[in-house]
């Protein structure tokens, strides 16, 4: 196996499937059927999504909400998401643990750095909730932090695009995917990977990204048996 340790980033509104809103369980099934395979395949799995399918601070700031009420409205948003992949999860068998960064005693553990790792060891998977419990960071931010405090071996970034391209593939018929690309390209280029804090804290940590479609079956499994799918940002 090509990593022994993840950390899969998952969008919040790729949960939504064909809904507007909310959580669509053929998703939700699909997503717990691929990390299955890989949770199967002897990998340890960290999980972090997002809540923009409940909740987008950054939206209800444009409304008039206060942007930090707004923030931390998301990462609730993001404790639900985690909950429900929680369960789809364990409903396939697969043990897990779900550790949230905003102390929600009844409902998960607080997020603690070595009780996750332990749990990784063991064959669990992690889900890290509530981001990075501060507001004015992204779940990308927190999926970073999470990986590097983890050791994670890579992250995976599950979009609903095949990789990073030149141009905006669904605006730009003439967008070209990279296989590879450097974390210098990236910032030369003006390219969108990630938030810029998030990538940066992947550059300074020498963490790789793979930018991948995750809705595609199977498409996980085959990036931890070193296949080349999406795009690797290396050194
Ligand atoms: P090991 O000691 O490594 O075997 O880990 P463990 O998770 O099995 O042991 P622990 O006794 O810590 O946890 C047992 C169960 O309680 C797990 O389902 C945990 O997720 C859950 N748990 C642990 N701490 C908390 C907490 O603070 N709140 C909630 N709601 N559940 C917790």
């Known amino acids: 196996m090509k990593y022994k340790r993840i950390l899969l980033k998952l969008s919040g509104e790729a949960l939504m499937g064909s809904k507007n809103f909310g959580i669509d369980n053929d998703r939700l099934a699909q997503y717990a059927i691929e990390i299955k395979e890989a949770v199967d395949a002897g990998c340890e ?53 779900l550790q949230s960064a905003i102390k929600m005693e009844q409902i998960c553990e607080a997020f603690i750095r070595r009780k996750a790792v332990r749990h990784l060891e063991k064959g669990r998977v992690v889900i890290f909730g509530a981001g990075t419990g501060n507001p004015y960071f992204t779940t990308d931010t927190a999926a970073t932090l999470r990986a590097i405090e983890i050791e994670a071996d890579v992250i995976l970034k599950g979009t609903r695009v095949d990789g990073i391209y030149t141009a905006d593939p669904e605006k730009d018929p003439n967008a070209k995917k990279y296989e590879t690309i450097t974390f210098g390209e990236v910032y030369e280029k003006g390219l969108e990977v990630m938030d810029m804090t998030a990538f940066t804290l992947c ?6 990204i793979i ?3 995750m809705n595609k079956k199977g498409n996980l499994r085959r990036i931890l048996d070193g296949e080349k799918l999406g795009t690797l940002v290396t050194f």
């Open 203 to 208: 550059k300074e940590n020498e963490l790789p």
């Open 211 to 213: 930018v991948f479609d």
């Open 45 to 97: 799995v960290a999980i972090v999504i997002g809540g923009g399918n409940i909740f987008r601070g950054i939206q209800a700031e444009k409304g008039g909400m206060d942007r930090v009420q707004g923030d931390y409205m998301g990462m609730l948003a993001t404790v639900i998401n985690s909950m429900a992949l929680q369960s789809a999860l364990e409903g396939m068998q697969v043990q897990t643990r």
